[in-house]
């Protein structure tokens, strides 16, 4: 048996920081006259039936002045069959006053077409021309799509528009099979349960008063929503991808801001700390506030250095992980704050020769200061290309530095220390030829050695 639904799309409405200025409504019937809509039911035709039910919707919903009407019809154009999947138009737009000519051209619909389910719901996205409204989308129709589309598909495209919606399914002798295949869709009700009608209107008010929302609290050392100033990552969880990304801020309450989001995937929040924190599964309820924790208490590091009177230093990043472990989580110039997670951290700044800070403490609110001096600069002259290294010399042992290169001048920003350096000239094919050096290099100071034959 083919069945009578109508599919209730109500729209995300937006998302906000502070209150605002109430939207507009406007709510678009997408009418079904295809041949199907034909098929007696209960000694009516479907679309007799389905009109009488249009009518006490528009009825009902017609009394709160605010909202806005206007209509779509698939399927009255092409005769069935062949049909045309591309029979979906827009016969009456939003304007004032318009409920008579939308009761008229409802009475006058014909079936005669085909189903295009996903094509006029993709359609219908831009049948809302104004922007800052609350969306609602209202399909009636017999439910099967004749056209090969993927009405859950087309469902995602008017989300990618800005038009997000939970589906209401009403439908006649559906099969728990049948029932599964609209499950993407939304949620069934009966058309034969007298209450029908009154809860899905009251569903209507209750989401436009009570709008589906959220509130991200990053927790501090004292369990308090008092961290902020993070990128916020929404992932549905089901399908794998990201939905939403916002800079967390506390509002002008000094409350973390309000979201208001579709409440239909199943969320998981990443906070980009460093490094990043993570909710558990959430999932939101439709006309509730959910508040969703994440643990993030953070300190500071700030890796510091003076400038140099000359001049001299180079721009030096460091590579920060956790301690023990082997993975980057950033990479921090010199002479910059950042926040972290508090625990301890490894630091190794790239300089040279390269400076390894280990086990650091980053504390709640605290500044972990890190300190390394200035470097000095060496200039190295050679009268002929050659091959050789810079060495720095700790107590009896030499530690590698750096390779020279074939340049016959060549400049290194080094840490303080005693040095030696070795050169041997690419003409000369034998090691006793090698050249070594020995050298200070002090902050701030230009240090410079000379390799002759």
Not at 39 to 67: M, P, Q, V
Not at 184 to 212: A, H, M, P, R, W
Not at 326 to 355: A, S, V, W
Request: positive net charge; aromatic residues 10%.
């Amino acid at each position: 048996m083919r069945l009578i639904s109508l599919f209730l799309i109500c729209v995300s409405f937006g998302f906000g920081q502070k209150k605002l200025k109430p939207k507009s409504t406007r709510i678009l019937f997408v009418f079904d006259a295809s041949k199907s809509m034909k098929t007696e039911y209960n000694g009516i035709t479907r679309i007799e039936g389905a009109k009488k039910l249009f009518y006490k919707f528009i009825d009902s919903l017609s009394k709160d002045k605010t909202y806005q009407f206007a209509l779509r019809v698939y399927g009255q154009t092409v005769k069935y069959p062949p049909g045309d999947c591309k029979d979906s138009k827009l016969i009456v737009p939003f304007m004032p006053n318009n409920i008579n000519l939308i009761k008229q051209k409802v009475s006058e619909a014909k079936p005669t077409g085909i189903t295009p389910i996903e094509h006029s719901l993709t359609e219908a996205a831009n049948d809302f021309k104004e922007n800052g409204t609350n969306n609602i989308v209202i399909i009636i129709t017999d439910g099967i799509e004749e056209c090969g589309g993927d009405p859950c598909k087309a469902r995602q495209k008017l989300t990618e528009k800005g038009i997000h919606f939970k589906p209401f399914i009403i439908g006649i002798g559906l099969s728990i099979e049948q029932i599964k295949t609209f499950e993407c869709v939304g949620d069934f009700y009966d058309i034969e349960n007298t209450s029908t009608l009154s809860d899905i209107s009251n569903i209507i008010q209750q989401q436009l008063l009570n709008k589906t929302s959220s509130q991200v609290n990053l927790l501090d050392h004292k369990t308090q929503p008092s961290e902020t100033n993070v990128n916020l990552t929404f992932y549905d969880v089901e399908k794998k991808e990201y939905k939403y990304n916002y800079i967390h801020t506390l509002n002008y309450q000094n409350n973390p801001d309000t979201l208001y989001l579709e409440n239909e995937p199943t969320y998981k929040v990443i906070a980009n700390t460093i490094p990043p924190s993570e909710s558990k599964e959430i999932k939101l309820s439709i006309g509730k506030h959910t508040v969703i924790p994440i643990d993030a208490p953070q300190g500071f590091l700030k890796i510091s250095r003076n400038q140099g009177v000359y001049n001299f230093n180079e721009k030096v990043k460091c590579i920060i992980r956790k301690s023990n472990e082997m993975n980057t989580i950033n990479i921090q110039p010199i002479n910059t704050t950042e926040k972290y997670i508090i625990g301890n951290y490894d630091l190794e700044i790239l300089t040279l020769p390269r400076i390894l800070f280990n086990f650091n403490t980053i504390e709640p609110t605290k500044t972990k200061v890190i300190t390394i001096p200035s470097a000095g600069l060496l200039q190295v002259k050679c009268i002929e290309a050659g091959d050789g290294s810079i060495l720095l010399k700790r107590e009896n042992n030499l530690e590698w530095v750096c390779n020279l290169g074939t340049q016959t001048i060549q400049s290194f920003y080094l840490q303080p220390g005693n040095y030696i350096g070795v050169w041997r000239a690419k003409a000369l094919k034998g090691s006793i030829y090698s050249i070594e050096k020995k050298f200070t290099i002090t902050s701030d100071t230009q240090t410079t050695i000379e390799f002759y034959k």
